[in-house]
């Protein structure tokens, strides 16, 4: 099941500098987008979300695109942290009505002091 | 602020063996989900949960799997037969409706099956 795909496994940028996390999918059907955030031996925390009308949406540090004609969306974290450092899953869901998320496989965020 | 909270934080069984793992809820959610992460990989859906029935469950989700609200508060995943391949983290989670909002997960349970 390919449906959300996050093709960087890891990223490692500098204290500071901005953060861009990608994810591509490829059913249309999904009404909603999540972004978690996740730290060995814990569960997923989850960061934020857009709605699938949305182009945007801003939280914080943190703000989440939606490219609908691309099937695209990219997570932005403005000033990146060292408590940054963390994998993170995209999710889609809405494709149907009972709350299953689809995740994609994560990406390494390594944000260096 | 409200947690999912998972039990026992680790388990480790012999193949062949039942398993049961335990999660509680946040109060006030209807819809529960049980998710798997083999170590490595992708968090995969394995099931959802809403008034007192599977609601939609994965491929992974054969015979061996069961699901249970027991009572007002626990909401179990039960393993009949464990197999090697079954060794992953599994997640609860919880979520009052099924929208972009409130999708709570717990610490997970780590399964090892020897």
């Known amino acids: 099941d390919q449906q959300v795909k996050q093709n960087s496994p890891s990223l490692s940028v500098q204290e500071g500098r901005i953060s861009i996390l990608n994810c591509d999918y490829t059913n249309s059907m999904f009404d909603y987008f999540l972004w978690y955030k996740k730290y060995p031996a814990e569960g997923p925390t989850f960061l934020i979300s857009i709605s699938s009308i949305k182009d945007k949406n801003e939280d914080g540090r943190f703000t989440v695109f939606l490219n609908k004609s691309a099937k695209h969306l990219s997570l932005h974290i403005v000033p990146s942290q060292p408590g940054d450092s963390a994998v993170y899953f995209c999710?889609?869901?809405?494709?149907?009505?009972?709350?299953?998320?689809?995740f994609g496989q994560g990406t390494t965020l390594q944000v260096k002091p | 602020e409200p947690e999912v909270t998972q039990t026992p934080s680790h388990q480790v069984t012999q193949m062949g063996q039942e398993v049961i793992l335990r999660c509680v809820p946040i109060?006030?959610?209807?819809?529960f989900y049980w998710y798997r992460q083999i170590l490595g990989q992708k968090v995969e859906f394995l099931v959802s949960?809403?008034?007192?029935?599977?609601?939609?469950k994965s491929e992974i989700f054969d015979d061996q799997f069961s699901v249970e609200r027991p009572d007002g508060s626990n909401f179990t995943l039960k393993i009949r037969s464990t197999k090697l391949e079954d060794s992953a983290m599994y997640f609860c989670?919880?979520?009052?409706?099924?929208?972009?909002?409130?999708?709570?997960f717990g610490s997970g349970t780590r399964l090892t099956v020897v």
């Open positions: 989670a919880s979520s009052e409706v099924t929208n972009l909002y409130g999708y709570t």
């Open positions: 999710a889609a869901g809405g494709s149907g009505n009972t709350g299953k998320l689809i």
């Open positions: 109060s006030n959610h209807l819809y």
């Open positions: 949960f809403y008034n007192n029935e599977i609601s939609e």
